[in-house]
């Protein structure tokens, strides 16, 4: 079976970079988080750790979610003031932030999550195949 390639977008001067590929399973989600929070922790960025490590758990998640068992590729760079968050998954389906339900489900809610903690967030298709979603965070200037 041929799988696309994980191609990252290019370093932008980042100061401080974290890049991992991995199989996209539900513990890579909590392994991933937990290096993140580490990572951002060393780099001193400790005030925006409880929402960096939320917008990647949802941002992972969903990468399982639309294509389990597959390549899934996670980076972090911090800049000056911003955190740049990517996660790559091989499906070609929108990441689409589904219909608020009155609060009743206990999913669906994550892009609205990503959403309301991020300056911006979007997503690109890979020349691969897949697609990469991606959070801009501030950081403290």
């Not at 922790?41 to 960096?52: E, F, P």
Request: glycine fraction near 8%; aromatic fraction near 6%.
């Amino acid at each position: 079976m041929c799988t696309p390639e994980y191609h990252p977008s290019p370093r932008f001067m980042a100061d401080e970079v974290l890049e991992r590929a991995v199989l996209a399973t539900p513990s890579s989600v909590g392994l991933l988080r937990d290096l993140a929070e580490a990572h951002l922790n060393k780099w001193g960025l400790t005030s925006v750790v409880d929402d960096a490590t939320l917008v990647i758990s949802e941002l992972l998640t969903n990468a399982v979610k639309a294509k389990p068992r597959h390549l899934m590729g996670f980076r972090l760079m911090a800049w000056r003031v911003v955190l740049y968050v990517e996660v790559f998954d091989e499906s070609s389906e929108d990441a689409v932030p589904t219909a608020p339900d009155g609060g009743l489900l206990e999913s669906g809610r994550g892009l609205h999550i990503v959403a309301a903690l991020s300056r911006h967030w979007g997503q690109r298709r890979e020349p691969g195949g897949g697609k990469t979603v991606y959070a801009l965070l501030d950081l403290p200037g």
